[in-house]
């Protein structure tokens, strides 16, 4: 009886997270450390933003693998830093990979060259973002935004993080990368307001992260840190004060599904 009542009463917080209608656009955030690796499902279409670390390829890729990923559409490489990039190479010599977004070249590691012998390998040449870049997919509107500046005095890689919005229908996404002030600074002239919002290097803060955090407004935040190295308070406060709930992929994998109108998060 007492298990009867218990599964009575999570039934309908399970309906709350879940997709009542077609949900035809998925996203997931996977549990890769202190390191972003992202999927989009957009219908038949399949888009990759990061990759994790080369430790974490493994996971990535089985995840991708239950995901029931056949071929990657689009892959987006915000920058160069090894948590971003470190599954590269495992991911384009596992998939077909069609296209190509990256942001420009600021230093060498061995986890880029071994992703620049994949791209050599496979005969793929990936387009350098400059501009700000939109594509359609389905009901889906894509925009990258490059950096403004092709060289930054501090922390110059995750300032050149590209910067992609998704909408689709009456919903939001905004993936930041790992932008750091100058490139916040940056964001925060344009107008990026979302329902949810991947946190910009992993929940750390900057004197004007309460600045772009309001202006995003998220609803939803979804935070790629770890238990060692977790998000700063600040910033958690942060989205205390605009009522955001958000999520922790040191917690598990993230799902996101939206009809169009609605967004359910599970975990």
Same mark, same amino acid.
């Given at each position: 009886?007492?298990?009867?009542?218990?599964?009575?009463?999570?039934? #309908?917080?399970?309906?709350?997270?879940?997709?009542?209608? +077609?949900?035809?656009?998925?996203?997931?955030?996977?549990?890769?450390?202190?390191?972003?690796?992202?999927?989009?499902?957009?219908?038949?279409?399949?888009?990759?933003?990061?990759?994790?670390?080369?430790?974490?390829?493994?996971?990535?890729?089985?995840?991708?693998?239950?995901?029931?990923?056949?071929?990657?559409?689009?892959? %987006?490489?915000?920058?160069?830093?090894?948590?971003?990039?470190?599954?590269?190479?495992?991911?384009?010599? *596992?998939?077909?990979?069609?296209?190509?977004?990256?942001?420009?070249?600021?230093?060498?590691?061995?986890?880029?060259?071994?992703?620049?012998?994949?791209?050599?390998?496979?005969?793929?040449? #990936?387009?350098?973002?400059?501009?700000?870049?939109?594509?359609?997919?389905?009901?889906?509107?894509?925009? %990258?935004? #490059? =950096?403004?500046? @092709?060289?930054? /005095?501090?922390? =110059? !890689?995750?300032?050149?993080?590209?910067?992609?919005?998704?909408?689709?229908?009456? @919903?939001?996404?905004?993936? =930041?990368? /790992?932008?750091?002030?100058?490139?916040?600074?940056?964001?925060?002239?344009?107008?990026?307001?979302?329902?949810?919002?991947?946190? #910009?290097?992993?929940?750390?803060?900057?004197?004007? !992260?309460?600045?772009? %955090?309001?202006?995003? !407004?998220?609803? $939803?935040?979804?935070?790629?840190?770890?238990?060692?190295? =977790?998000?700063? +308070?600040?910033?958690?406060?942060?989205? /205390?004060?605009?009522?955001? !709930?958000?999520?922790? *992929? $040191?917690?598990? /994998?993230?799902?996101?599904?939206?009809?169009?109108?609605?967004?359910? %998060?599970?975990?």
């Amino acid at each position: 009886m007492k298990k009867i009542f218990l599964i009575l009463l999570l039934l #309908p917080l399970f309906l709350l997270s879940s997709c009542k209608g +077609e949900c035809d656009f998925k996203i997931t955030f996977f549990n890769v450390g202190n390191a972003d690796a992202i999927l989009i499902q957009d219908r038949n279409t399949n888009i990759i933003i990061d990759t994790g670390t080369e430790e974490s390829s493994d996971y990535f890729l089985e995840g991708l693998k239950k995901s029931n990923i056949k071929t990657i559409d689009y892959l %987006i490489l915000s920058h160069f830093d090894q948590d971003h990039i470190g599954g590269a190479s495992k991911l384009l010599t *596992t998939y077909d990979v069609k296209q190509i977004y990256q942001t420009y070249f600021v230093k060498t590691s061995k986890e880029i060259r071994a992703y620049q012998d994949a791209l050599k390998e496979k005969n793929i040449t #990936p387009l350098e973002v400059r501009e700000n870049l939109r594509f359609n997919v389905n009901d889906t509107t894509y925009t %990258i935004y #490059p =950096p403004l500046l @092709t060289s930054y /005095d501090n922390s =110059p !890689s995750n300032n050149s993080s590209l910067c992609v919005r998704a909408v689709y229908k009456n @919903t939001s996404y905004l993936f =930041p990368g /790992d932008a750091e002030k100058h490139r916040i600074k940056e964001l925060n002239k344009l107008d990026l307001k979302s329902d949810l919002l991947k946190m #910009p290097h992993h929940g750390g803060v900057e004197d004007n !992260s309460d600045k772009f %955090i309001s202006k995003i !407004s998220p609803k $939803y935040a979804i935070i790629t840190d770890t238990e060692n190295e =977790p998000a700063d +308070e600040i910033v958690l406060s942060y989205l /205390d004060k605009i009522n955001a !709930s958000v999520y922790h *992929t $040191y917690k598990g /994998d993230i799902h996101v599904e939206s009809d169009g109108n609605s967004i359910y %998060i599970t975990q």
